[in-house]
């Protein structure tokens, strides 16, 4: 089976401390360290699962600059046998609808059995999974948190719904997956491994490179715009128990009842 | 008088007349021996490479030290004493056993320079000898039979129990004890029945009673007796010989070379391939111990060696609180496995992997590296390589707990498992109140100072562990030392990520901290951590001198330098917590007592467990990020055995003791009667300015006195 995975560099919410530029049109970006999106990065080890099972290959795509490269080699490092960097000055500002119209142009330069992508992107809001199996005409499955390979072009997959139960659905190939975290445990990845992988090429595509007009992608395509960021402004604060360990539990329970979470 | 001497040589005629069959025993179990230490060698050959070919005086000293002189052995009494006597009992039958095997074959050998006099004596020698390993033998039976000692105990989870070959393997030295004081005996007997004069002045051994025995029966069932002795001594000899490889007494072969070859420095762990430089390393294809023969040739004769006598595991904290590890079996697994592929007939077969067979993951994580197996092992078995070896296995395929992910992700990406800013980690030493008493300077091109003080992330970072922090600069700055800190520049020290099998990332951290040092230009380190202590003292390379705290403050107290004000005299009654990176890794365990007994008024007692057979906390570094399948936290095991001291303050000299101990206190629900403290903590809260007054007398007396 051949499967893309199409993957983002975003700041490590885990490793840094946001704080909003001084004319809050975009976090400070200055000392904050990137990382893969987590959920891409289940998205990956899913991937590269299946294909240990069911043979094939795995590509992992990103759009953005160089700086991008290193979230490819790292998903190399853990085994995908193909990275490729989607990179043009025309792309800058794109929306999720301009990142999916990219994606879309690489894709149906392939010949890829399935396509995932993470459930979303820490810095974004869950939109190109499903624009760009739209796009692509593809059936389209989100939340995905197992995949079993069927008979015949068809996987069996599932996704949690209330309550912890599990919703099994089967889809046709190809298809686009939106993929939870939780799926699998991703494999670990090291400096070796990402130091083993540096030579191998990655090849890097332009809007020429990808038959795509550039007036449909980039800032000024871009129908989603972002006006603002601010910070919460700051509460009243809590209530501070101060009592001892046996006085506070019972504070507790007044305070839980009196606000009806006891019954 | 002729009479005599043709009965005895009726009584001899046998030695003569089986001269061809006791050749071909000899020949035989020569020949088995020699077939089966070959094929055991085998996999020491398929093995990796270990250069433990260097330094032939430390290792002499060792073997001397640890095999010759037993040195181990008495840290367990019974077995201890058993076990000293009756290898000492080997020791001086070696020689005798010898002449025995050589007098089947030409009955006239007497071992040269063992005529006259000199064999006379080392006869009744032997005759003891001989005594003390046959009753040892008896006891250690009834000892694995009656009294059974748990750590001799095989949990079902491991396999059946050794009990049977053990007693086995006793008794059949019991009879070769008993063989050789029959054939002895018998020998006298009939010399006496003959009239000879028997100088026999081994009273009360076991071949005086034998031959008390009989001298009353004739001359031909003595004669049976003699030859009777001789073949059972012969056969047992090399019955046992031939068997002693297929079980726990291999190592009475194998312990000599197992200790010669025994590791020379603590603190310090194997490189990832010997003889491969870091720069090289890059183009090695796989890293650690992933199949049997990954393994070096020395940690294979490791698995030999073992003697199973269960002193690793029974000091194991891992083990002690019912993770799934215990160090015994990792070694009885792996000689199982070896007895197993490496067959005495056929092909052997390998490449099979360890972990998901004989190992489990959380077996392999389990592991703290807190030494004490090692400590107590009178073989010398190594462990903690191994596990490393494995973790560097299982880094390498990607094998990785999520739960140690995220912090080696962060200390790739910012220098410190918690993924906190690199410019917030002088903030310990920044705030105002902290500032107006000590100022800390950070090093660069513009500051210099003599002395690094080496912080470490957890004491950078932690909330709780800054105080640490802040204590050790202020006693640095009241002994007037000119130091500073890297402050951004300073990586986590590495010290765990290298213990956890991470060696790549390990290199990348050293060779920062190795550039910010040296370009800082100081002459020497302190550090308030052990395990930076451990890194840099013998992970990393040239280094200037490197000390703990502990060693600091002790050499000022001795100086005279440093007084500490009297406790509070309030029922406290303080213990010291020995952290292995400190004591058993560094031996520095009288350091810190030095420092605590030097405060006026300091009530201290010793926990059962102390020095070297400290027990750890429960991990430092990414142990506290991993989480073990265990029945109770190894944290309130210690904080339990402080109690039981009859202490109420545990104090110690390690962050990562601190968090756990601290932590333990709470879980153990001793909180309000017992607290932690760290030493330098301590030591900055009693530290008495010795402003001299006029008169000479230090000010802080006077106002003890006015005090009082």
């Not at chain 1, 006006?227 to 539990?249: I, Q, W």
């Not at chain 2, 003390?132 to 009656?146: D, G, Q, S």
């Not at chain 2, 650690?288 to 030999?304: A, P």
Request: glycine letters at 8%.
């Amino acid at each position: 089976m051949e499967i893309l995975v199409c993957i983002r560099r975003v700041p490590d919410t885990s490793e840094n401390e946001i704080t909003l530029n001084a004319d809050r049109t975009d976090i400070e970006r200055e000392e904050l360290v990137y990382s893969i999106n987590e959920p891409d990065n289940y998205a990956v080890e899913e991937a590269l699962q299946i294909v240990a099972r069911c043979g094939g290959n795995v590509t992992v795509v990103t759009v953005g600059g160089e700086d991008d490269e290193e979230v490819l080699r790292r998903e190399m490092a853990m085994g995908a046998n193909h990275g490729v960097l989607l990179s043009d000055d025309v792309f800058g500002g794109s929306d999720g609808r301009g990142l999916a119209t990219i994606l879309k142009t690489f894709v149906r330069k392939g010949n890829y059995d399935l396509i995932l992508t993470g459930v979303q992107a820490e810095d974004g809001g869950a939109q190109v999974g499903g624009m760009l199996a739209a796009m692509l005409d593809y059936p389209f499955a989100s939340l995905v948190n197992s995949i079993e390979v069927g008979q015949g072009k068809k996987l069996k997959i599932s996704r949690e719904i209330e309550g912890g139960n599990k919703e099994i659905s089967e889809i046709d190939l190809p298809c686009v997956l939106s993929i939870q975290t939780g799926i699998n445990e991703p494999r670990y990845v090291g400096m070796r491994g990402i130091r083993a992988v540096a030579s191998v090429p990655v090849p890097i595509y332009g809007a020429a490179d990808l038959a795509l007009d550039p007036g449909s992608v980039g800032a000024t395509a871009a129908r989603v715009k972002r006006v603002d960021y601010f910070l919460p402004t700051l509460g009243g604060g809590a209530e501070m128990l101060t009592g001892s360990r046996e006085e506070n539990a019972e504070r507790v329970l007044e305070l839980v009842a009196a606000k009806g979470g006891l019954k | 008088m002729l009479e005599g001497s043709q009965s005895h040589a009726q009584l001899t005629a046998w030695l003569e007349q089986g001269r061809v069959l006791f050749l071909l025993i000899h020949l035989l179990g020569v020949a088995g021996f020699a077939y089966i230490v070959a094929r055991r060698l085998i996999p020491l050959f398929r093995a990796e490479r270990d250069l433990r070919f260097d330094q032939p005086l430390a290792r002499l000293h060792k073997a001397l030290k640890f095999w010759l002189g037993q040195w181990k052995h008495p840290r367990y009494p019974t077995a201890g004493t058993l076990h000293i006597l009756f290898f000492a009992g080997f020791i001086l039958l070696a020689m005798r056993a010898f002449t025995v095997l050589i007098v089947g074959v030409s009955p006239a050998f007497v071992m040269p320079g063992l005529s006259g006099e000199a064999g006379r004596v080392y006869e009744v020698i032997t005759d003891y000898a001989a005594t003390v390993v046959f009753f040892c033998m008896v006891i250690a039976i009834v000892r694995r039979l009656v009294f059974k000692p748990a750590r001799y105990e095989v949990p079902a989870k491991f396999g059946k129990a050794h009990k049977a070959d053990a007693v086995f393997l006793l008794a059949l030295i019991a009879i070769l004890m008993v063989a050789d004081s029959l054939f002895e005996a018998a020998k006298a007997a009939g010399q006496a029945q003959a009239g000879q004069p028997v100088a026999f002045a081994a009273v009360l051994s076991l071949p005086w009673l034998l031959t008390i025995a009989l001298t009353s029966t004739s001359l031909p069932t003595i004669g049976g007796f003699y030859f009777a002795g001789y073949l059972l001594h012969e056969v047992t000899f090399y019955f046992l010989l031939c068997y002693r490889p297929f079980g726990i007494q291999f190592h009475v072969e194998t312990s000599l070379f197992n200790v010669y070859f025994g590791r020379l420095n603590k603190g310090t762990l194997k490189p990832v391939k010997w003889g491969v430089r870091d720069e090289q390393l890059d183009q090695v294809k796989s890293f650690g111990v992933k199949t049997f023969e990954d393994f070096t040739w020395k940690h294979m004769l490791d698995f030999y060696s073992c003697a199973d006598c269960g002193r690793c595991s029974d000091n194991c904290p891992a083990n002690a609180v019912g993770r799934p590890l215990s160090p015994r079996f990792l070694t009885i697994k792996a000689r199982d496995y070896a007895f197993q592929h490496y067959p005495m007939f056929g092909k052997p077969g390998n490449g099979q992997a360890l972990i998901g067979s004989i190992y489990s993951e959380d077996e392999i994580w389990s592991c703290t590296t807190c030494g004490a197996c090692e400590e107590e092992c009178p073989l010398l078995v190594e462990y903690i390589d191994k596990i490393v070896d494995l973790r560097r296995g299982m880094v390498d395929d990607g094998n990785v707990p999520q739960s140690l992910q995220k912090p080696l992700k962060a200390l790739e990406s910012r220098g410190n498992p918690y993924g906190k800013m690199e410019k917030k980690k002088a903030d310990w030493a920044n705030g105002k109140e902290f500032q107006q008493v000590c100022r800390v300077k950070t090093l660069d091109h513009k500051n210099g100072a003599d002395t690094l003080y080496f912080v470490d992330s957890i004491t950078a970072y932690d909330d709780r562990m800054q105080s640490i922090g802040r204590a050790t600069a202020k006693i640095l700055d009241h002994l007037g030392e000119n130091f500073g800190i890297l402050g951004a520049a300073e990586k986590d020290s590495g010290h765990e990520v290298r213990r956890f099998g991470e060696e790549t990332l390990f290199m990348a951290l050293r060779d920062h901290n190795t550039e910010a040092i040296q370009a800082s230009g100081v002459t020497r380190i302190v550090t308030a951590d052990p395990h930076a202590y451990n890194a840099l003292k013998h992970d990393y390379r040239d280094m200037p001198p490197v000390e703990h705290i502990s060693q600091v403050l002790a050499r000022e107290v001795k100086s005279g330098k440093l007084k500490f004000n009297p406790v509070e005299n309030d029922g406290k009654v303080y213990t010291y917590h020995d952290p292995c990176y400190l004591g058993r890794h560094n031996q520095i365990y009288d350091d810190p007592r030095a420092v605590l007994d030097s405060i006026p008024g300091l009530k201290r007692v010793e926990m059962k467990r102390s020095r070297d057979r400290s027990f750890c906390c429960g991990g430092g570094g990414l142990m506290l990020f991993y989480e073990p399948k265990e029945e109770q936290r190894i944290g309130v095991k210690r904080v339990q055995m402080a109690a039981d001291a009859g202490a109420n303050v545990i104090v110690t000299a390690c962050p990562f003791c601190m968090v756990n101990i601290e932590d333990a206190i709470k879980v153990a629900g001793l909180e309000g009667k017992m607290t932690a403290i760290d030493l330098a903590e301590l030591a900055d809260q009693q530290i008495a300015l010795l402003a001299l007054k006029a008169d000479g007398v230090p000010e802080i007396q006077q106002e003890c006195v006015t005090r009082r």
